[in-house]
């Protein structure tokens, strides 16, 4: 099976502009989950979609929002962004059959200027 | 709060110098344990999942095993490649499918 891709791998921004963020989860996965990485603080969870619903929903501001479609394909998007949020985003994607084992796709590198 | 709590934060090896990671937990009932490599610029590489205590898991030099509070990441006669961060995680019983992630611990292997 083909892992989880993410598009675009690298981003340059500046501030205010705002981003989109793809990523095509494992075959038959319909759990999307979105994480920020950042040398400072490490892995903090963003959100999950399962069945195009949000599911669960981490600490961080309305600026950042997500979606998933039918073909479980989701989306983050990040509006007015700041220089705090140039970081590495990873998408996870976890079957649904009861493991909560969760696979990483490569990350996309947003960088704000 | 649930709370992993990875040591140490760094760690360099000589080639072939065994060695172990550990991964202390603290999760309302343990539903699971995992365990990533991380390469730098890359996305997590799954490695092991770990459900109950005293379960084992082997990988090449790699072995995982858990107990009731920590889990340990045993890295037997490392080689250069084996250098990366590895990551631990932990969800729980009574919560979401979310896991919640340690800060990891920097592996360097020197030939």
């Known amino acids: 099976k083909a892992g989880v891709t993410q598009t675009p791998r690298y981003l340059i921004k500046t501030r205010g502009q705002q981003v989109t963020l793809s990523c095509s989860p494992i075959?038959?996965?319909?759990?999307v989950s979105w994480y920020q990485q950042t040398p400072g603080q490490g892995l903090q969870f963003l959100f999950e979609?399962?069945?195009?619903?949000?599911?669960n929903k981490g600490n961080f501001p309305g600026r950042f929002s997500g979606r998933q479609f039918s073909n479980s394909r989701s989306e983050m998007n990040v509006s007015t962004l700041e220089l705090g949020d140039s970081a590495l985003y990873l998408c996870?994607?976890?079957?649904?059959?009861?493991?909560?084992?969760?696979?990483f796709g490569p990350g996309t590198r947003l960088t704000v200027l | 709060e649930d709370q992993v709590t990875q040591s140490p934060e760094a760690l360099r090896l000589q080639e072939g110098e065994s060695s172990s990671l550990n991964c202390s937990y603290t999760?309302?009932?343990?539903?699971?344990l995992f365990w990533y490599r991380q390469d730098p610029g890359k996305g997590p590489e799954f490695l092991f999942t770990?459900?109950?205590a005293g379960e084992e898991k082997e990988k090449e030099r790699l072995k995982a095993t858990l107990t009731k509070k920590e889990s340990f990441l045993h890295i037997t006669a490392p080689k250069p490649e084996d250098s990366a961060t590895y990551l631990c995680?932990?969800?729980?019983?009574?919560?979401?499918?979310?896991?919640?992630f340690g800060r990891g611990t920097s592996l360097i292997v020197h030939p």
């Open positions: 996870a994607s976890r079957s649904a059959g009861g493991t909560d084992t969760q696979y």
């Open positions: 075959s038959g996965h319909r759990s």
């Open positions: 979609y399962f069945s195009e619903t949000q599911r």
């Open positions: 999760v309302s009932g343990l539903r699971g």
């Open positions: 770990l459900y109950s």
């Open positions: 995680a932990a969800t729980s019983s009574g919560g979401s499918y979310i896991p919640t």
